[in-house]
């Protein structure tokens, strides 16, 4: 049976309670927020706290903006990626990870069934701001409007226009989706109610080859419409 890609079966996968919900980002979406944020804020000499690092594919790009990110994760995947500095549930045991220095971001793609509790604990660890990257369909819900949003409003949404191929366990150059991501910043600095940006088109800036490994490449880049003869 062919499976059913509607956006609005997407949108309403639902993971498994004890699962990780580990999927992992294309670096040139955090490039995006990165390019971004550096027009207000001198990353260069800032520190970053990736609480739900997994394999690392948002710590490394946070790495090229920001004076130092730490890397952790309730799991262990320094086997796969050792750039992993410790292993500790961000929601209950963040208290053993604390920094000499002061976190000025947590920036993180959370587990998606634990995105609000994420938010509040980065918001009480940061002392500059909060950048999470969520599906857009996050923002809608009365119950999170009533919980989250009506309490604490971003200061900020940067929606992407183009798609970001986000999958399950794997990072994949070419994959498709069918899912619409946004990331959402808090500051601490009051900016009097949120602002809406698009990100414009800026995948083939950012992107680069050795960001995949070979694996999650296609030889050729795969037309996304065949060409038709004029
Ligand atoms: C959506 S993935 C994102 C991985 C990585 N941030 C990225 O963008 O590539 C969510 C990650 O959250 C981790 N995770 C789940 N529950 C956690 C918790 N309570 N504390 C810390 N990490 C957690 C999972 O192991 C997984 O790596």
């Given at each position: 049976m062919a499976q059913n890609r509607s956006t609005a079966v997407m949108a309403r996968r639902v993971e498994p309670n004890n699962s990780l919900d580990y999927f992992p980002t294309p670096p040139w979406a955090t490039r995006a927020l990165c390019e971004?944020?550096?027009?207000?804020?001198?990353?260069h000499r800032q520190v970053c706290w990736e609480p739900a690092c997994g394999e690392g594919w948002m710590a490394?790009?946070?790495?090229?903006?920001f004076a130092?990110?730490?890397?952790?994760?309730?799991?262990?995947?320094?086997?796969?990626?050792?750039?992993?500095d410790g292993v500790c549930d961000f929601l209950i045991d963040w208290g053993h990870a604390v920094f000499p220095e002061p976190v000025h971001w947590v920036i993180t793609n959370p587990p998606f069934r634990l995105a609000e509790e994420f938010i509040?604990?980065?918001?009480?660890?940061a002392d500059v701001g909060v950048a999470v990257l969520v599906r857009t369909s996050f923002l809608e819900g009365q119950e999170r409007f009533r919980r989250l949003f009506s309490?604490?409003?971003p200061a900020m949404v940067l929606q992407f226009v183009e798609r970001v191929g986000i999958f399950r366990g794997r990072i994949d150059q070419y994959g498709?989706?069918?899912?619409?991501?946004?990331?959402?910043?808090?500051?601490?600095?009051?900016?009097?109610?949120?602002?809406f940006h698009w990100l414009?088109?800026?995948?083939?800036?950012?992107?680069?080859?050795?960001?995949?490994?070979?694996?999650?490449?296609?030889p050729e880049p795969m037309p996304l419409f065949e060409e038709t003869a004029a």
């Open positions: 971004h944020l550096k027009k207000d804020h001198p990353l490394r790009p946070l790495a090229e903006y130092k990110v730490h890397a952790t994760d309730v799991h262990d995947y320094s086997a796969s990626w050792p750039g992993q509040r604990m980065a918001l009480s660890v309490q604490l409003p498709s989706t069918a899912t619409a991501y946004c990331w959402l910043i808090w500051l601490h600095a009051d900016t009097g109610g949120t602002a414009p088109p800026c995948r083939s800036d950012l992107e680069r080859q050795e960001d995949y490994p070979a694996q999650a490449r296609c």
